[in-house]
């Protein structure tokens, strides 16, 4: 799906977050999480609102990019979508910003949560493909313990399993027992060192 919407945002992202890089094998540029993001939110719905918004999603949250800026440029659904989904930057506890997170999700919207859950399936996917064979790299450039890793997963997918219908439930879920499973195997590697 291509639109000059879509367009005007692929491009606000990659100026945005130019110079940014991705935790992980490589340090692949940023930009090709928004990109991920995007596609894998495409495969579940065709609103062109929810597109822009996952290739917007990071932008508040990790870019000088306001939110006054946002609604002028994309307009008030899309600017909906990413406040919602941007974690508050004052607050600098791990675990306090994520339950902040996961208390905006439980008041969001099925756009927002189909962005959310498209986020959640490209970072997990990309943590257990780049840190399969380097669990000690992921305890070190992840913040939070193992243990808080998974509640806050599982916090999240108790969230998006009670409040959204959408098929990407289902992928997210797929994709959570595949990251529970990498999770357990670095825990059970610590506890055998």
């Known amino acids: 799906m291509y639109t000059p919407k879509i367009e005007k945002a692929l491009r606000a992202a990659s100026l945005l977050h130019e110079g940014q890089y991705r935790k992980g094998l490589g340090k692949p540029p940023y930009v090709t999480h928004l990109v991920a993001v995007a596609m894998i939110s495409l495969e579940f719905t065709n609103e062109e609102d929810i597109i822009v918004a996952a290739l917007l999603h990071d932008t508040i949250e990790d870019t000088p990019y306001t939110v006054k800026e946002l609604e002028e440029d994309f307009g008030e659904k899309v600017c909906d979508i990413v406040v919602t989904l941007s974690e508050p930057k004052e607050v600098s506890d791990w675990k306090e910003r ?5 208390n905006q999700l439980r008041k969001a919207s099925p756009k927002a949560l189909i962005v959310a859950c498209a986020d959640k399936i490209h970072n997990m996917h990309s943590i257990v493909d780049d ?63």
């Open 131 to 193: 840190y399969k064979d380097h669990e000690d790299r992921f305890i070190r450039e992840f913040g939070g313990s193992l243990s808080q890793r998974l509640e806050q997963y599982q916090n999240f997918a108790n969230i998006v399993n009670k409040q959204l219908e959408n098929d990407i439930v289902h992928e997210f879920n797929r994709v959570f027992n595949l990251y529970k499973d990498f999770l357990v195997d670095i825990e059970n590697n610590n506890v055998s060192n």
């Open 98 to 102: 994520k339950d902040c997170y996961l």
